[in-house]
């Protein structure tokens, strides 16, 4: 089949190689010249294990092309995937669909026979609504179709979920589109992939339900961890004898810091605009919003106390600055929110990511980057393992370590604590 793909970022540069992968003609678009031209000499503007390997065999293949013209793009393609971002609205809570809707308007200038133009964004319930109407100022309704195909990709993970989805969920009553798309999806579900066909508005909802359930997952993890560190019992005894039970699942039952990335942060607070804009509450997840920003200051007072409240001149190092392994995205880290504060408050702060240096960090006072594990955790007062990237799973610390043995923070409960304490570290968890 004949695929566009309009926008190149996370969503729309997995799917589309993804898609080519399987044997179609995809064609991905963005408006930024550079990044198209950077992309066609095979350089990947995101990390994403396998990405770039995918991108130069379809490329090479002449399955996969890159273009800026959205409008000769549309014309070439049988099914167009709106990818663009739908970020949080500066200064609110709902989605910023002004991407979306002036692609849309782009799109509905390009129609020149039947074509399925799908929201594969995340986008609130009844957006499809509004691309129909736009769409339909200038074609007649028989030229085209909307239909909502929700993504289920994990940053780190995208490739593996693309071919082995639990499901595809497609938002459409017209027969013809479903049937489209049912083969455009069946190498997939021949893979075992179950296929959902719901109402357009349906699947506009699952996206979100389903972001907003594993944050909650995430969020009640993190509380009891709380619970569990006052109560002398190992949260992992907690999350292995829940998720054993499979009615809860053990997925996102991991206690650390608080959630963040592209999705959780800015979808948990767009269904509750969708929420209050319907005139419902949905109190559960306001809730998680509120604990999961409370995270970040939680542990930042479990540095402090650790450190009896003497920041200043502290040497700390923080392995690990993304908010979880296999990805640079830094979208809502609690780094960001806990570093600038050591800084402010006077501590040497050392970081080492295996994605590199982040300039989000480049403005504070005493961070500095290091170029490995050795570097950054010379002379520290303070480990902290931020990220659980596997690089950090077997470090033998006692070599790196020359005299005073510094306090360690294990953050994502990497290491055994008695072994540690054997080794004579001053080693701390979560909930444990």
């Known amino acids: 089949m004949k695929l566009c793909m309009i926008g190149t970022g996370y969503v729309g540069l997995v799917s589309g190689v993804c898609f080519a992968d399987l044997g179609n003609n995809v064609i991905c678009v963005d408006k930024d010249q550079q990044k198209i031209n950077s992309l066609k000499k095979g350089k990947i503007p995101i990390y994403e294990p396998g990405l770039e390997e995918l991108v130069l ?30 970020p949080t609205k500066k200064g609110g809570s709902s989605a910023d669909l002004s991407q979306v809707y002036n692609v849309a308007k782009h799109i509905s200038k390009s129609i020149n026979k039947f074509k399925i133009i799908i929201t594969k964004s995340t986008v609130p319930v009844t957006t499809g609504d509004e691309i129909e109407k736009i769409i339909g100022k200038k074609n007649k309704k028989k030229n085209f179709s909307i239909v909502s195909n929700p993504e289920f990709l994990r940053e780190g993970e995208a490739i593996r979920d693309f071919i082995y989805p639990d499901r595809v969920v497609v938002g459409t009553n017209e027969v013809r589109s479903n049937k489209i798309l049912k083969t455009l999806y069946s190498p997939l579900i021949s893979k075992g992939a179950q296929y959902l066909n719901t109402s357009r508005r349906a699947a506009e909802l699952i996206k979100y339900a389903s972001n907003a359930f594993l944050a909650t997952k995430v969020t009640f993890i ?132 295996p994605t590199g240096s982040k300039s989000e960090l480049n403005k504070y006072k005493n961070v500095s980057y290091k170029q490995n594990i050795k570097d950054a955790i010379k002379k520290s007062d303070l480990i902290i393992i931020h990220t659980e990237w596997n690089d950090f799973k077997s470090i033998n610390f006692k070599t790196f370590i020359k005299g005073k043995k510094p306090i360690i923070l294990d953050m994502r409960n990497i290491y055994s604590p008695s072994k540690m304490k054997q080794q004579g570290f001053k080693y701390f968890g979560i909930g444990r």
């Open 222 to 353: 993190n509380e009891l961890a709380n619970l569990c560190e006052k109560t002398d019992i190992n949260i992992e005894d907690i999350s292995i004898g829940m998720g054993l039970d499979k009615r809860i699942g053990s997925r996102f039952l991991r206690a650390g810091p608080a959630y963040g990335g592209s999705c959780f942060p800015k979808d948990t607070k767009a269904i509750i605009n969708t929420a209050e804009r319907f005139k419902t509450s949905l109190s559960v997840i306001k809730s998680v919003i509120k604990s999961n920003e409370n995270r970040s200051n939680l542990l930042l007072n479990r540095v402090k106390n650790l450190l009896k409240n003497r920041i200043k001149n502290k040497n700390i190092c923080f392995l690990g600055v993304t908010f979880k392994a296999n990805t640079d995205d830094m979208r809502d880290s609690s780094s960001l929110s806990m570093i600038p504060e050591l800084s402010k408050k006077g501590a040497k702060v050392n970081y080492y990511d």
């Open 57 to 86: 065999k379809n490329y090479k293949n002449k399955r996969l092309d890159f273009s800026t013209d959205l409008e000769v793009s549309v014309k070439k393609s049988d099914i167009i995937f709106i990818c663009v971002g739908t």
